[in-house]
C-alpha cells in the first residue's frame, strides 16, 4: 500500500505546524522570558525549535523551488528563480538587522508573534489559493490557476479537429 502524500498538504502542515511551534515559543517567552537565566535555561524552547525546523523543512523550506518549477513556463523559470532568491536574501537581511532592534525595543517574544502571523497567513494562502499540482502537466496547472475547466478545453479541441476534417 502506497501512501501519497501530495504537495499541498505538506505545505499546510508546514504552514501551520510553523505557525503553531512559533505561537508556542512566544508564549513560554511572554510568560518565562524574564525569569531566564544562563542557569536555568528551559529544553522546552530548544525542543519547539527542533519541531518547527522540522515542519519548515517538509514544507516551507523546499517545496516552493518544486512548485516554483511546475507553476511557470520554462521561458520564465529562470527569470522567476532570480526572483525568488532576490526577494529570499532581501527578507533574510532584513529579518538579521531588524531582529536585535525588534528583541530590544518590544521584547523577544515580539518577533516570534510576528513570524507565527506571517506563518497563519501562509497558510491561509496555501488552503485558499494553491492548487494540488503532483502529477498534472503545465497545461493542467494552467487551468487550474485560471480557472478553466479542462475537460471543456479538450471537447473544444476535438470538435475544431473534427470541424477541420468534415471539411
Given at each position: 500500500?502506497?501512501?501519497?502524500?501530495?504537495?499541498?498538504?505538506?505545505l499546510?502542515?508546514?504552514?501551520g505546524?510553523?505557525?503553531?511551534?512559533?505561537t508556542?515559543?512566544?508564549?513560554?517567552?511572554?510568560?518565562?522570558?524574564?525569569?531566564?537565566?544562563?542557569?536555568?535555561?528551559?529544553?522546552?524552547?530548544?525542543?519547539?525549535?527542533?519541531?518547527?525546523q522540522?515542519?519548515?523543512?517538509?514544507?516551507?523550506?523546499?517545496?516552493?523551488?518544486?512548485?516554483l518549477?511546475e507553476?511557470?513556463?520554462?521561458?520564465?523559470?529562470?527569470?522567476?528563480?532570480?526572483?525568488?532568491?532576490t526577494?529570499?536574501g532581501t527578507?533574510?537581511?532584513?529579518?538579521s538587522?531588524?531582529?536585535?532592534?525588534?528583541?530590544?525595543?518590544?521584547?523577544?517574544y515580539?518577533?516570534?508573534?510576528?513570524?507565527?502571523?506571517?506563518?497563519?497567513?501562509?497558510?491561509?494562502?496555501?488552503f485558499?489559493?494553491?492548487p494540488?499540482?503532483?502529477?498534472?502537466?503545465?497545461?493542467?496547472i494552467?487551468?487550474?490557476?485560471?480557472?478553466?475547466?479542462?475537460?471543456?478545453?479538450?471537447?473544444?479541441?476535438?470538435?475544431?479537429e473534427?470541424?477541420?476534417?468534415?471539411?
Open positions: 500500500m502506497q501512501h501519497d502524500i501530495h504537495r499541498r498538504t505538506l499546510l502542515l508546514s504552514t505546524g510553523t505557525c503553531i511551534t512559533l508556542i515559543l512566544a508564549i513560554y517567552l511572554v510568560l518565562f522570558g524574564n525569569l531566564l537565566q544562563a542557569s536555568n535555561v528551559s529544553i522546552i524552547p530548544v525542543i519547539d525549535l527542533i519541531i518547527y522540522v515542519v519548515f523543512e517538509i514544507g516551507l523550506g523546499t517545496l516552493p523551488n518544486v512548485l518549477c507553476l511557470f513556463p520554462t521561458e520564465l523559470k529562470g527569470f522567476v528563480g532570480v526572483i525568488n532568491v526577494f529570499d527578507i533574510g537581511l532584513t529579518v538587522v531588524l531582529y536585535k532592534v525588534f528583541v530590544d525595543n518590544l521584547g523577544s515580539t518577533i516570534y508573534f510576528i513570524f507565527a502571523t506571517s506563518c497563519f497567513l501562509a497558510f491561509l494562502m496555501v485558499i489559493w494553491v494540488e499540482t503532483k502529477g498534472k502537466t503545465y497545461n493542467e494552467e487551468a487550474l490557476l485560471i480557472g478553466k475547466n479542462l475537460n471543456s478545453l479538450n471537447e473544444e479541441v476535438s470538435t475544431d473534427m470541424d477541420s476534417r468534415e471539411i
